[in-house]
């Protein structure tokens, strides 16, 4: 069940197993107790501008450190708390976290605009739209926030959620629709949404360096995403092949193990330091070396 460890330090999980479905009853009691002894960790995944090489983004993607069944991946306990109704518990934790790590960042000078992923329950509730308004007014910048929404749920209630969807942005949240091309929204709907960015799926953009209808379809969505005025990133960008491919279709910012795996702050901070954050074999050779 809590099996090997993959090299994100999440585990691999397979739904489909019975086991599964048992411990799933221990694991809810386990998650309440998660939340109130601050066994969530928030890691953090670059996203480096293509153009520029800089970075000045990261997604927050929550880890579950077990006392006794070690590291839990957010792919498996995510949904879980979704469909038992628990979500948004965790939601409201990182999103307490990431503003308390940007204010302590901002001490030391440092600014990132740090994206935090929210459930369909969430963003459909106009109470979670208070509780971010009432988080930023009492510590953080909102033009440092963004909500990613995967794009299945931005389809569920569709009035719903444009109307909070609105008030987020009025309160100057960036919003990006994650996963893009794995739901079913309209481009009539997709036009009216009040998001900044669209963020292509893993399965389109790992799946470029071997089919050619990717590459085609992977390259339609950027010019769908630029047509509609928003940021276009690539997430899931392992092989430099694709990195420039990407680059020449003009996507204009890049995730993946390519550049960076989610890592702890402190990592983070570490990694920002370093010279250039472009994998070597894009980086110029330094004069020191001739
Ligand atoms: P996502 O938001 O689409 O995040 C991208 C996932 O892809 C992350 O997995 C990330 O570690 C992984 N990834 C990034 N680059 C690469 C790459 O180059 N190759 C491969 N193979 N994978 C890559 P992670 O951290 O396990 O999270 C899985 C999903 O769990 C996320 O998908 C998101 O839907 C959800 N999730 C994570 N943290 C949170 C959270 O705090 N709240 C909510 N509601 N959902 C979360
Ligand atoms: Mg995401
Ligand atoms: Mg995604
Ligand atoms: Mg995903």
Not at 162 to 173: E, S
Request: with cysteine; hydrophobic share 45%.
């Amino acid at each position: 069940f809590f099996a090997k460890l993959n090299r994100e330090g999440s585990v691999l999980y397979d739904p489909s197993r019975e086991e599964n479905r048992l411990n799933q009853f221990t694991l809810l009691g386990d998650l309440r107790e998660a939340l109130q002894e601050n066994h969530l960790v928030v890691y953090y995944q670059p996203k480096i501008n293509v153009a520029t090489g800089q970075v000045n983004a990261a997604e927050a993607l929550v880890r579950w450190q077990h006392p006794n069944r070690g590291w839990i991946s957010p792919g498996l306990f995510i949904p879980f708390a979704e469909k038992t109704g628990k979500l948004r518990g965790i939601t409201e934790w990182v999103l307490h976290e990431v503003l308390r790590q940007q204010v302590a960042w901002q001490q030391t000078g440092l600014r990132l605009l740090i994206s935090v992923n929210v459930g369909v329950s969430d963003v459909e509730d106009v109470q979670f739209v208070d509780f971010v308004e009432a988080q930023l007014l009492k510590a953080g910048d909102a033009a440092n926030l963004c909500l990613e929404i995967t794009e299945t749920g931005v389809m569920h209630k569709p009035d719903v959620m444009l109307q909070n969807l609105a008030r987020l942005r009025c309160l100057g949240v960036r919003l990006s629709i994650d996963d893009f091309g794995t739901g079913y929204s309209s481009f009539a709907y997709l036009a009216k949404m009040p998001v900044n960015e669209l963020k292509i799926d893993q399965v389109f953009v790992m799946s470029m360096n071997s089919t050619f209808e990717s590459v085609s379809i992977v390259r339609s969505m950027i010019e769908i995403g630029h047509i509609l005025g928003l940021k276009v990133v690539a997430e899931g960008v392992e092989t430099i092949a694709i990195w420039q491919a990407l680059a020449v279709m003009g996507c204009d910012e890049v995730q993946g193990y390519l550049i960076a795996e989610p890592m702890s702050s402190a990592a983070l901070v570490a990694w920002l330091d370093k010279a250039s954050h472009l994998p070597a074999e894009l980086t110029p050779p330094s004069m020191s070396n001739f």
